[in-house]
Every structure is written in C-alpha cells, then in structure tokens.
C-alpha cells in the first residue's frame, strides 16, 4: 500500500462540472503539496498546507489532519484544467508523491 | 525571469553509455533534487542536495551519480549501471528543505 495513495486514478468531466480529487496519507507530514503537471511533463506547484483550507482562484485545497486526508476541488471546470494532479505529503527529508488522478475535462 | 531550466527537453543515448542531464536554477534556492517519473508511478527521489558541496541519496540513487558544485546548478549522471534508465526525469528547488518545490520542466531519456 502506498503511503500517499489518491483516487479517483482517471477523472472525466464536463465543462462547468465541480470537481473533487481526494488524497488520503497514511505517514506523518507536516504540509500536504498539491501540484499540477500539464501532458509536456512540466509541474507547477498549486498549494502547500498544513492545516484548513486554501482558495486559488477556481481552485481549493483542504485539509482534514485528524483524518489525514486532503481534497482538491475545481469549480467551474475548463478544458485547460486537463491535466494530471498529483498530491505528496512533506515528510522529514522529502515529499512522498501518490501517483496522480488525471483529468479530462470535455467541452 | 526566475526558474528552473533543464537541457535537453529529450534526450537520446545508446546502451551503456552514461549520460549528464543538466539542471540550473536562478531562484537563489539553497535545496535542489532529482526525481524519477515512470508511468503509473509517482515520483521517485534520486538524489538531493541542501546546500552547496553536499548531497545525499534518496530512494533510488543507484546508477545515479550528482554534483552540487555551484548553488545554482545540480547535475544529474546517469550512468550504464543503471539497469533501466528510460524514463522522465524531473529537477526542482526549494527556498529550504524540504519545503513548496519548484519544478523545471523535465528530461526525456531514451536509451536504445
């Protein structure tokens, strides 16, 4: 079993669906990353937190640490949010990424 | 502007040979790291460096050579040890260790 494990693995959607992607982790980290890698293979960083909830934009990330989960919600979802998204958990000397939902979202 | 550059975007290499993926940062980052991705796989850490002239392994450093002789840059060597090096290799820096990271945008490596 992994230690960052995310789900679901593949998401479709329409355009404008709201959008959930979960991550459960089953080590002990001080901050949850949640990052976004575009299909030419560069990431970009969407959140790092520790603790409640961030909002970016159409983004949101929270964070449940008594249950050691976090989600990450797109509202009002795009086309050019396909992409795939993959969480990792801040551990002692490195970050331990799960292994990424990949999202389609349909016009 | 600041970021992360890696060279070359794909890269091609016969069996048995070893091979240098470059990585230069300009974002002033003490931490610097090399990340292995395969398909269906997460991320794997390779190697990392906190600060300059210092480096350690990480999960799979096997095959895998580093230097950190310069703050900005973190040259990774993939050498004819390694038994399955195709694969999409991913840089990044941090401010510190082993906080939010910035990625570059990622080496494809061919071996024939």
């Known amino acids: 079993k992994n230690e960052v494990e995310q789900s679901p693995q593949n998401l479709t959607a329409q355009e404008g669906e709201f959008i959930t992607i979960n991550c459960s982790y089953s080590?002990?980290?001080?901050?949850l990353h949640w990052l976004q890698q575009h299909p030419g293979g560069g990431i970009v960083s969407l959140f790092m937190l520790s603790s409640g909830k961030k909002k970016h934009g159409r983004l949101i990330a929270t964070i449940n640490i008594q249950e050691k989960h976090s989600s990450l919600h797109i509202t009002a979802s795009h086309p050019r949010d396909s992409a795939v998204y993959i969480c990792a958990g801040g551990a002692t000397n490195k970050l331990i990424f799960g292994t990424g939902t990949l999202l389609a979202v349909q016009p | 502007d600041g970021g992360i550059t890696q060279s070359p975007k794909y890269l091609f290499r016969k069996e048995g040979q070893n091979v240098t993926l470059s990585c230069e940062q300009n974002l002033n980052h003490d931490a610097m790291y090399w990340y292995r991705q395969d398909p269906g796989q997460g991320l794997r850490l390779i190697y990392y460096?906190?600060?300059?002239?210092?480096?350690q392994k990480g999960d799979i450093a096997e095959g895998y050579s580093v230097s950190r002789e310069k703050k900005e840059s973190f040259p990774l060597t993939v050498t004819s040890a390694q038994k399955n090096p195709t694969a999409f290799y991913l840089c990044?820096?941090?401010?510190?260790?082993?906080?939010?990271?910035?990625f570059g945008p990622g080496t494809r490596l061919t071996v024939l």
């Open positions: 990044a820096s941090s401010i510190d260790f082993p906080l939010e990271q910035f």
């Open positions: 080590v002990g980290i001080s901050a």
């Open positions: 460096s906190q600060i300059v002239n210092d480096f």
